[in-house]
């Protein structure tokens, strides 16, 4: 199956997110930089311990039809997620909105973000976070 003939996803914008814990306050945009590995994937780097951290992954609709998002879901309660808009009219565009809560994390870690549609083609489209956390 050609999976970019049905949804099209594009890395779209990294963000920081509002600290928790012993941080207040908003992460310096320079403490994150972060890179994109592919379309799925954003490596946020070495990440302070007890931050919350953000990504905005973009998904584009490239069918002929509707696209329905039926649910967004992580691996872990350290991670959220949500669709900016559900349903997506042919070439249409969201914001998937990832955040990762680094508190109790040491090192090296990976979390996943299932999104669910209606595509036959594509019915589980899944975006990966890494980080290291210090």
């Known amino acids: 199956m050609q999976r970019a003939c049905a949804i099209i996803v594009v890395c779209f914008v990294a963000c920081a997110g509002c600290a928790s814990g012993p941080r207040r306050g908003p992460v310096p945009a320079a403490a994150v930089t972060g890179r994109q590995i592919d379309a799925f994937t954003w490596d946020?780097?070495?990440?302070?311990?007890?931050?919350?951290?953000?990504?905005?992954?973009?998904?584009?609709?490239?069918?002929?039809?509707?696209l329905t998002i039926k649910n967004v879901t992580t691996s872990c309660g350290c991670t959220a997620s949500k669709a900016k808009n559900n349903r997506l009219a042919p070439g249409e565009s969201t914001a998937i909105e990832v955040t990762f809560n680094s508190k109790g994390y040491k090192q090296e870690t990976t979390q996943f973000v299932y999104v669910t549609t209606d595509d036959p083609e594509n019915p589980l489209i899944k975006f990966t976070i890494k980080a290291f956390v210090e």
């Not at 780097?45 to 509707?66: E, S, Y």
Request: hydrophobic residues 40%; aromatic residues 8%.
């Open 44 to 66: 946020f780097g070495i990440i302070p311990k007890d931050t919350v951290v953000g990504h905005m992954f973009r998904l584009d609709n490239g069918t002929a039809r509707t």
